[in-house]
């Protein structure tokens, strides 16, 4: 890894290693072959022959009827004939790039001087008739002999060959259309990527070859256009129909033309199987296909990679067992449209992406012409040959999904990230918070957690309390970043994002160094997150005596062995977070601070929710599943300040109705779907019994939430003297004793475990009232009252939250400052 201390030139010019690469270029296994092919030699020469392999694909037949006559026909000895032109071309390649020039460069000057013969011989020759291949008549009979017309220039003849007229074959006996002809021609520009395919032995590619390219792909489109025009202003259309090889016709010097086929012929193979053996070694090194392209990574002395050639030359082999170019002419071409729609795609992903540091060289393209680009590649795909586009489509997909399990060389980068971010950074600056509006209010949930070995139940079910919205989990490393040689926190994120990873939750991960808990948290509460997507609600776990459980060893995501990594083996996760704290061991945090720090998210106009319990919910409902369960569950409410000693309908302020959008939202997510909602309504000394029900079932209906609604009688501490027109938190801010105070948390907390194992029959009643059997309740939702105005009463708050939850189970304590729900249209 790269650091600020690393030679400038390190990066690329150095291998993996750290050692330098030679002087000549070699490197890797054995040393690369030396980069000294210039653009005309590497990119131009191999780029014309390629493209000027339409010849071919205009099906020259060189072997047949039109050819050498001499040689045996059929489709074995057409095998032998191209499998020994295949050993030629394999032998050649075999020895090197070297040799490979020398030969394309020879083989360049042939066709050169083919072609111009030819140009030649359309203003030279006079009009002449000539003589097509005779047709089997019906019953083996013969038919007459048949001429096409060399017409010289006539006007006459070129308005006769403008129209399509698509005709048989009459080689295959196939009835052409645009599709087939467009198949076969395509193959003609299929060259451009010959230079690319070199780069690897160019001196200079990044110069070589976009100019190679330009050059090579301007000189083959003139040449063809011009013997497109000679040919249809010479040659009449049954001419071009039915003799294939009608430039030998019209030559001055017929054997010219049959060493220009040959030789257009042999380049083409030569920088088609150069060309594919480069790439498939660079497959091969990157390991992307295992053991598969193993033999492939083998490279002689000098560099050069003759196991790949001859991978490739055995490939070949297999396809030459089609016997007629036709048959894999539109396949092929849809190949190269697939590939060619991916170097756009990719040209386009860069581009979209906005990277800095992607600057090529050759500039003259945007992403119109890249989009232009892969919507023509995938039309042409589809008008070619339907089941071949879709069947390498399909092909494709299945490669980049194997590719992604796998994973790629991490030096390699990843254009999706550059993607991602560039379209998250465009979103976030339209998400405007100064549009939001309630009825789009989603929980974005910061959770504080000290040692996450502890806290791994409550960091799954912070994960089903944020319904879609933002979760980040933060902790404070404690210390003075003044006397600290460099920041402790970086090395951590490794750590917590593959704890974010083993817990399979959604969730991002903020550290920060601090010289207290509570500055730390501070610090959280305010810079966590990114423009409209902030933390609007602090989920802390209870302060309590509780001795601090090891999920790790546990949980069977944590317990198994960490998974290996392309660098190897990955440290285990428990070896990177310190053991849970001995019971009586001091502790980072203070009660005093602890409180403190719930007043400060609250000050900050944050919800605050505390969970106490946790570890013991049931794991199926913290699971990823349904949640089916053969035991049935509760989840119970209580909308009321149960440390605020009064009757009347307090379950209506922003509080109470924050307590019922948290528990309808975790009702639905798919573990808890088979838990039943029960919200409690306190029924005050002098309040009738089914008013006050009446009145909440009327709002559940118009919120929208399905519950079970239960009156309790909440006889203690609710004598007929108190005031109900108590501010919230006046009680434990009051000068009452603590006698008296915690006489009401212990009545509360009665009342609530009363409650708690009771079945849908049961009606209202104190602990007494109790029904053992039935759904047991799951997790408990209380309200949290505001923490006291004085800080000297914040331990006696503390204490009264935990008598009040005292043996209650799972229990969330929660706190809502922001309305959150709506009932306009």
């Known amino acids: 890894m790269a650091s600020e201390s690393s030679p400038l030139l390190a990066y690329r010019l150095l291998g993996e290693e750290g050692v330098a690469l030679p002087a000549n270029g070699a490197g890797g296994p054995g040393g690369a072959s030396a980069r000294k092919l210039s653009t005309f030699l590497g990119v131009v020469v191999p780029t014309v022959l390629s493209m000027f392999s339409i010849v071919v694909f205009l099906r020259i037949d060189a072997t047949g009827p039109s050819g050498l006559r001499v040689l045996p026909q059929g489709y074995g000895w057409n095998l032998l004939y191209g499998s020994l032109l295949l050993g030629l071309v394999g032998g050649v390649c075999t020895l090197g790039a070297g040799l490979y020039a020398r030969a394309s460069f020879l083989t360049f000057l042939l066709v050169s001087g083919s072609l111009a013969s030819v140009l030649i011989s359309f203003v030279a020759v ?70 690319a395919n070199m780069s690897g032995e160019l ?77 498939l070694h660079a497959l091969a090194r990157d390991d992307l296909f295992g053991v598969i392209l193993a033999p492939a990574k083998v490279v002689s002395r000098g560099g050069n990679p003759w196991a790949a050639v001859l991978y490739s030359w055995g490939l070949v082999q297999l396809v030459l067992l089609a016997g007629k170019l036709n048959t894999l002419a539109a396949v092929v071409t849809v190949f190269y449209l697939v590939a060619y729609a991916a170097v756009d795609l990719s040209c386009l992903s860069l581009e979209w992406a906005s990277a800095p540091n992607f600057r090529p060289t050759f500039s003259l393209f945007s992403w119109h012409t890249c989009l232009l680009g892969v919507a023509s590649c995938l039309l042409m795909m589809f008008l070619i040959s339907p089941g071949a586009a879709g069947g390498s489509l399909l092909l494709m997909g299945l490669l980049a999904a194997l590719l992604t399990a796998r994973g790629g060389p991490s030096s390699w980068g990843y254009v999706s990230q550059a993607l991602l971010f560039h379209q998250v950074r465009k979103y976030l600056l339209r998400l405007d918070v100064r549009k939001d509006h309630v009825k789009f209010w989603r929980p974005q949930l910061l959770l504080l957690v000290g040692n996450p070995r502890g806290a791994l139940p409550l960091l799954r079910l912070a994960n089903q309390l944020k319904k879609g919205g933002l979760y980040v989990l933060g902790h404070v490393t404690l210390g003075d970043l003044d006397s600290l040689p460099s920041d402790p926190v970086q090395p951590q994120y490794g750590a917590w994002l593959s704890l974010v990873d083993r817990a399979q939750v959604k969730a991002f991960v903020d ?3 601090s010289p207290s808990v509570r500055q730390g948290a501070q610090h959280l509460l305010r810079i966590s997150g990114l423009g409209g997507m902030k933390p609007n609600t602090l989920v802390l776990g209870f302060y309590d005596d509780a001795p601090p459980q090891d999920h790790f060893l546990t949980d069977p995501a944590f317990s198994e062995p960490a998974d290996s990594t392309r660098e190897g083996s990955s440290p285990a996760l428990s070896t990177l977070f310190p053991p849970p704290r001995a019971p009586g061991s001091p502790r980072a945090l203070n009660p005093q601070d602890y409180v403190a720090t719930v007043a400060d998210a609250l000050k900050m106009n944050k919800n605050v929710v505390l969970a106490r319990a946790s570890g013991a919910l049931p794991p199926e409902r913290l699971s990823r599943g349904s949640g089916g369960t053969s035991q049935l569950h509760h989840v119970d409410v209580w909308p009321l300040n149960l440390l605020r000693p009064r009757g009347g309908p307090g379950y209506v302020d922003v509080c109470g109705l924050f307590l019922l959008q948290m ?126 105005a004085d800080p000297a009463r914040y331990p006696r708050y503390l204490a009264l939250l935990e008598t009040l939850t005292r043996d209650l189970g799972p229990t969330l304590l929660v706190h809502g400052v922001t309305p959150v729900t709506c009932t306009d249209l």
């Open 126 to 195: 006079g009009p002449r008739d000539i003589r097509l291949t005779p047709r089997p008549g019906p019953n083996g009979s013969s038919l007459p002999p048949r001429f096409g017309h060399f017409t010289g220039f006539n006007s006459s003849t070129l308005k006769d060959n403008l129209g399509a007229g698509y005709a048989e074959d009459y080689t295959t006996g196939a009835v052409m259309n645009f599709a087939s002809v467009f198949a076969v021609l395509f193959n003609g520009c299929t060259g451009i990527m010959a230079g």
């Open 203 to 279: 001196k200079d590619p990044s110069r070589a070859i976009p100019l190679g390219t330009i050059v090579a792909v301007a000189y083959t489109f003139f040449v063809y256009v011009l013997l497109f025009f000679l040919s249809s202003f010479t040659c009449d259309r049954t001419l071009l129909q039915e003799d294939y090889g009608f430039f030998r016709a019209i030559s001055l010097w017929p054997p010219l033309v049959l060493i220009g086929i040959y030789a257009t012929a042999l380049s083409a193979s030569m920088s088609s199987l150069i060309g594919a053996s480069r790439i």
């Open 511 to 513: 550290l920060t160094l």
């Open 663 to 788: 528990a309808t939202i975790l009702g639905m997510v798919p573990a808890w779907h088979s838990a039943r909602l029960r919200i409690f309504l306190c029924l005050g000394p002098r309040e009738a019994p089914g008013a006050a029900e009446g009145r909440l079932r009327a709002l559940l209906s118009q919120l929208r939430i399905r519950a079970e609604v239960q009156e309790v009688v909440w006889g203690e501490g609710a004598g007929a003297g108190e005031p109900e027109a108590e501010e919230e938190g006046d009680f434990v801010n009051s000068g009452r004793g603590d006698a008296e105070a915690e006489a009401l948390a212990r009545s509360a907390n009665a009342l609530v475990r009363a409650q708690q194992g009771r079945g849908t029959g049961g009606g209202p009643g104190g602990p007494e009232g109790g029904d053992a059997e039935g759904p047991i309740t799951a997790l408990t939702f209380l309200y949290l009252p505001r923490p006291p």
